[in-house]
Structure formats: C-alpha cells, structure tokens
T-cell receptor, first 118, second 113 residues
C-alpha cells in the first residue's frame, strides 16, 4: 500500500527558532499534499494544500509567512514553522493523494510530527 | 459545506460487531461519504467510502440510508486494535474543495477485552 513518511517524528526546539518538517510519498507520486495541525484532544485542522510546482493554498486564519510550504517534487513537501513559539506546539500531519488515481478514494497520511516549542 | 454529526463516544466488547452512526442531513448529490480512523498518536487512515450503495472491504462495511442523510460504519468483529477515533467526512466531487478533508470531532471507540 501507499506509504507516506514524515521526518522528524518528534522535535523540541527553543522559542524563536525555525523548524522544518518533511513529508514524503515513498512509493507513489503525489501531485497534491495536505498539511494538518492537531492540538491535544482536538480534531485535525487543515492548514494548507500543497500542489507540486505551485504556491500552496492556505486555509483562512493560517499565516502563510509563518508556515512556509514548499512542494518541489512529486514526492516531497516541506513545512517550515518560522520563529516558532510555544503556542505552535502541536502534532503536524501531512497527507498525500496518488497522482495516478483520479478518484475520491483515500488520502494517505503520514505518522505525524510532534513539535514542542520551549 | 455539508456537516456531519457523530456520537462523541461508543464502547464495544472484543469480537462483537460495532455500528458507528453518522448523520449528514444536508448532504448534496455530489458528496461522497468517507470514513477515516485515527489510532492514538498516529496519522489517520482511510477505512471506506461510498456514494449511494452499501460498500464492503476488508476493514469494514458502510451502510448508506436510502435518502443518504445518514450512514453507518460497521466493524463486524471489533478487536482491541480497532480502538480509535472514527471520522465520518463528506467529500465533494470536483470543484475547488476537491479532495479536501474537513475533520469533525469524530467518535471515540473504546473496545473492552
């Protein structure tokens, strides 16, 4: 089955630093990847939609200058949290759609990245 | 966008069937009904989806009401590994929101040994 990986799985950083999270589709090509954020005991919130070779589309209320998304290839999207602060501490999850499956079927989710900002 | 309503939590015993309901009274004709589940500290995983007809796969069955205003995810024999949050999500075919998943609060399923 299709596999999506995320790296790192867990990161702790100091306030004010930037953190980059990678999302890779391992055995398929993904034209579109999605980034979600999940706070403890809450549901997933879509942050942005990332399309290969074009600018990401951000959901309302998500600061595009703070959460930089790059989707440079069909297998890699990155999310950079710039000048992270404690309120950015969360579980960040990416998902990907298989380019070759034009259907309303599954999105494949990564295992998530736990970000803790001290 | 059409909204879904699910019970906050449900409990089941191991090896018993589980019926997880979802109401979507404002569903439109182009909305597909998808189910995902999220195990603790993991990303969600796809379970099943359907449009009008009931669907079966190796993980579960999806029963869709004739008027499509509700659906039920059926786990035929619950195991401890099925303990998760189950999300019922409507996905519109085509349009600018194509493929976007809007997660509600879901149903927390607890499975007792």
């Amino acid at each position: 089955g299709a596999v999506v990986s995320q790296h790192p799985s867990r990161v702790i950083c100091k306030s004010g630093t930037s953190v980059k999270i990678e999302c890779r589709s391992l055995d398929f090509q993904a034209t579109t990847m999605f980034w979600y954020r999940q706070f403890p005991k809450q549901s997933l919130m879509l942050m942005a939609t990332s399309n290969e070779g074009s600018k990401a589309t951000y959901e309302q209320g998500v600061e595009k200058d703070k959460f930089l998304i790059n989707h440079a290839s069909l297998t890699l999207s990155t999310l950079t949290v710039t000048s992270a602060h404690p309120e950015d501490s969360s579980f960040y999850i990416c998902s990907a759609r298989d380019r070759d499956i034009w259907s309303y079927n599954e999105q494949f989710f990564g295992p998530g990245t736990r970000l803790t900002v001290l | 966008d059409a909204k879904t309503t699910q019970p906050n939590s449900m409990e089941s015993n191991e090896e018993e069937p589980v019926h997880l309901p979802c109401n979507h009274s404002t569903i439109s004709g182009t909305d597909y009904i998808h189910w995902y589940r999220q195990l603790p500290s993991q990303g969600p995983e796809y379970v099943i989806h359907g449009l009008t007809s009931n669907v079966n796969n190796r993980m579960a069955s999806l029963a869709i009401a004739e008027d499509r205003k509700s659906s039920t995810l059926i786990l035929h024999r619950a195991t401890l590994r099925d303990a998760a949050v189950y999300y019922c999500i409507l996905i519109k075919a085509g349009g600018t929101s194509y493929g976007k998943l809007t997660f509600g609060q879901g149903t927390i399923l607890t499975v007792h040994p």
